[in-house]
């Protein structure tokens, strides 16, 4: 048989007649230049790959330190022309083929996203606080990440100077998913961003120099736990599909209303199933809140934070939370406003318990760490607040708390880097006793951002607190407020605490050593006490900067 008749039966039983006019494939419509802050991100990545391949083992910490600040850097300059642009107000709309929003939230927490990571970057790049081995600086990550720990050849990698500089490209992978997370208008490209930026999250806590068996530990648990939170949120995304016939968060957002007359007949049984929405709408949730460390889904916040290198804690601490609480809002305020009355109830549950849960389990914490992990999952609850109040003032509100407390716990865990014995870092709260007599400096760093942790007036906590509590009490979530308050006053006992132990406790004389860092680390840290200062001192520019980027694009 011929190849045309083979074409011509095949053509016929597909239902299509020759005389049938074909319709032309047409082009996608990709605007590069929106786009540009992620596609500079994931270029200078891969040509990072390309760096380890082939430059010269000697050359390639300096060649990835320079690429990845100027990635960021890069991008971030691209961001701040988007909004100079309009693209944040007035130009709003969806980009590449209605899978990627360009709006004010998307423009704000990737400005955030990439500043955070640029400060955080200069931590991992840190090489002076590890004294020399065999004669070669080292930081805080494993000589060969593949050699099992204690063994022969992890000894000779270290003694040869060995380092895992494939740790920046892996930074930048994680930055760029982190970037499209909350710009996402689809639930196919919210997948596959999260996907994007956490598999190269559980690599980084695995690496870490010291302790090694707990950091491969710690990334176990976040790997298992991750892959649980990435099934649930791929079962709801089809559950929402049979419910909307659509991945779209428009299309789903019109299902939802009502608005919705053409209903395609291969889904006209499940279509408008209000279970599927239910079921398929908590699924998701429930991946995002686990992405946030929300109580019930917050098992794994302690032990990764505690265990991952603490670099990469910092790093992850702050950027994810941001990704993560964008994702959501859009999530809420775009797809699912038609269903607030079923989710808020739901959501009030959710920051009572975190809110109240992380401040509660803090106070009997005994390693540094542990309790910033503690801490961080009761600052999701309060940032909860503030998504609960479905208002205007509910998104930037939001958007102002994720850039006041991203800074502050970069500052927080690159000081928790300073304070080492012999073992490495000293991460038990009995080692800091008395370490403000022996360094007042560093001291007095860490209280400015426990006290701002605390919410006290002067710093951006405070500013940040009084902005998403007010904004939940004009949203009718007053009662949240009042359980927000009394867990802020938990919270601030053991953040006091920490400080007494620091400036009223004789010093140990087998105390721990702070050691004196390169600029790198003490920019970090700079960058994080003035922003903490700035934005509790004279927050009205930056809250008015939230409020004119909180408007989605729909």
């Known amino acids: ?26 082009a996608p419509v990709i605007e590069y230049t929106q786009l540009a802050p992620v596609l500079i991100v994931i270029g200078v990545a891969v040509v990072g790959v390309l760096v380890e391949a082939f430059v010269p083992r000697r050359a390639r910490y300096y060649t990835q330190v320079f690429l990845t600040v100027v990635a960021l850097a890069a991008a971030f ?48 790049a840190e090489r002076r606080l590890d004294p020399a081995a065999h004669g070669n600086r080292v930081d805080s990550f494993a000589a060969q990440a593949a050699s099992v720990p204690g063994s022969d050849s992890e000894k000779a990698a270290v003694k040869a100077g060995f380092t895992t500089t494939e740790v920046f490209p892996l930074v930048l992978f994680s930055v760029a998913g982190m970037l499209v997370f909350p710009a996402a208008n ?45 099934a649930f949120l791929l079962f709801g995304i089809a559950l929402l599909y049979g419910y909307a016939g659509s991945v779209s968060y428009a299309a789903i957002a019109d299902v939802v209303d009502g608005a919705v007359t053409k209903i395609d007949p291969a889904l006209a049984d499940t279509m408008g199933n209000d279970a599927l929405l239910l079921v398929g709408g908590a699924m998701i949730l429930t991946g995002l809140l686990f992405k946030v460390g929300a109580v019930p889904f917050h098992m794994w ?67 540094i760490k542990r309790l910033l992990a503690y801490s961080s999952i009761a600052h999701a609850g309060f940032i909860l607040a503030g998504v609960i109040a479905t208002t205007p003032d509910g998104i930037s509100s939001v958007l102002f708390y994720l850039g006041a407390y991203s800074f502050v716990t970069v500052g927080a865990f ?49 500013s940040g607190k009084f902005a998403v509590f007010k904004a939940a009490a004009d949203g009718g979530a007053g009662g949240l407020v009042v359980v927000g308050v009394i867990s802020s006053a938990i919270a601030a006992f053991f953040y006091i605490r920490v400080i007494v132990l620091m400036f009223f406790s004789e010093p140990k004389a087998d105390g721990p050593t702070v050691a004196v860092p390169s600029p790198l680390t003490m920019t970090t840290i700079a960058v994080g006490v003035a922003v903490t200062l700035v934005l509790g001192l004279a927050p009205q520019y930056f809250l008015d900067l939230a409020s004119q980027a909180g408007v989605f694009v729909r």
């Open 301 to 367: 916040t302690p032990d990764v934070y505690q265990g991952a290198p603490t670099p990469v804690t910092g790093f992850m601490a702050a950027a994810t939370k941001v990704a993560a609480f964008g994702a959501l809002l859009r999530l809420l305020y775009v797809v699912l406003p038609g269903l607030a009355w079923d989710w808020r109830p739901v959501m009030w549950a959710v920051a009572i318990v975190t809110m109240l849960g992380g401040a509660i389990v803090a106070i009997t914490q005994t390693d």
């Open 1 to 26: 048989m011929s190849a045309t008749a083979v074409h011509s039966l095949w053509t016929t039983a597909g239902g299509v007649t020759s005389a049938a006019p074909v319709e032309k494939f047409k």
């Open 186 to 230: 689809d639930l196919l490209t919210l997948f596959v961003a999260l996907e994007v930026f956490s598999l190269p999250l559980y690599l980084l806590c695995a690496v870490a120099r010291r302790k090694r068996l707990m950091s491969q530990e710690a990334a176990v648990k976040y790997f298992l736990l991750g892959a649980f939170s990435s």
């Open 77 to 124: 300059a691209a961001v701040v022309g988007l909004a100079a642009g309009g693209y944040g107000t007035t130009k709003a709309h969806i980009a590449a083929m209605g899978a990627i929003a360009i709006d004010g939230p998307t423009l704000f927490l990737q400005g955030t996203i990439l500043l955070t990571s640029l400060v955080a970057v200069f931590t991992f």
């Open 414 to 462: 690159a000081v928790v880097t300073l304070v080492r014995d012999a073992g490495g870092e000293a991460t038990h709260l009995s080692k800091w006793a008395g370490l403000g007599r022996r360094s007042p400096l560093v001291a007095a760093v860490f209280a400015v951002f426990l006290l701002a942790f605390a919410g006290i007036p002067l710093t951006s906590g405070f």
